[in-house]
């Protein structure tokens, strides 16, 4: 997937003399949340879970052509995941509540198409990422207890999905974004006999990047 992403860049430099590569950092609010399923219909309607604030922060590549507007963007992130969660089974006796937190590296790449007007620049990309998961907790509000997560059992380290996301720039400089993804593996796998359910990663993020490398390569005709 990495090479066809290269090869796609390269297509669309090409048709352009000069290609703009920076450099930038990134930082940004996570909305996490998980796509939950049960195979016990009674328990999916006492378990009920909803966003968990947390953070994105790392590097960007982002390379455009100037005249073609199509150009692509590759990142290391490192991105908080999870959810809140409450609850209310008869099983327990009791409600629940508490939330879940995943720290991953992560590695997006996107293609994405700029739109110039005068010192503004309007974009919109798509593309894929992948995470491993570095560590979490589990933080259970109810008992005031808090335990490390195991990724031996239930939770696999691995993820990947896709983006997709519009932002508007400012003189090259400065990018303003919001960003949707969502999981395209279990993370979480139900254990025969247990009431452990499935889950998928879904985030809503909004993120800041500021780009302080530009520099101008030009390809000999």
């Known amino acids: 997937m990495k090479r066809l992403f290269l090869i796609i860049i390269l297509i669309a430099c ?12 990134r930082a940004g609010i996570n909305l996490a949340n998980e796509i939950k399923s049960f195979s ?5 309607a006492g378990f009920s879970t909803e966003n968990l604030t947390g953070y994105h922060i790392g590097l960007v590549y982002q ?8 150009g692509g963007d590759l990142g290391i992130l490192l991105s908080q995941k999870g959810y809140t969660y409450n ?33 503004l620049g309007l974009y919109g990309y798509g593309g894929l990422y992948t995470g491993y998961a570095l560590n ?3 933080v259970d509000d109810t008992q005031n207890s808090t335990e490390e997560v195991s990724f031996q059992n239930f939770m696999n380290r691995l993820d990947f999905g896709y983006n997709i996301g519009v932002g508007v720039e400012f003189f ?20 025969s006999g247990t009431t452990e359910p499935e889950g998928i990663n ?15 390569k030009h390809r000999k005709k």
Do not use: C
């Open 14 to 25: 090409t048709t352009d003399a000069t290609l703009f590569a920076q450099l930038g950092i």
């Open 40 to 44: 016990n219909e009674d328990i999916s």
């Open 63 to 70: 390379a455009m052509p100037q005249k073609s507007g199509l």
């Open 87 to 119: 609850d209310s089974l008869s099983i327990a006796n009791a409600v629940l509540q508490g939330y879940k937190e995943i720290n991953y590296l992560e590695v997006p790449f996107n293609l994405r198409y700029r739109l110039k007007l005068a010192f």
């Open 136 to 138: 979490g907790k589990k």
């Open 172 to 191: 090259r400089k400065i990018q303003l974004g919001a960003t949707w993804s969502q999981g395209l593996k279990k993370i979480e796998s139900t254990n």
């Open 202 to 216: 879904r985030v809503f993020s909004v993120n800041l990047t500021y780009l302080f490398s530009n520099t101008d």
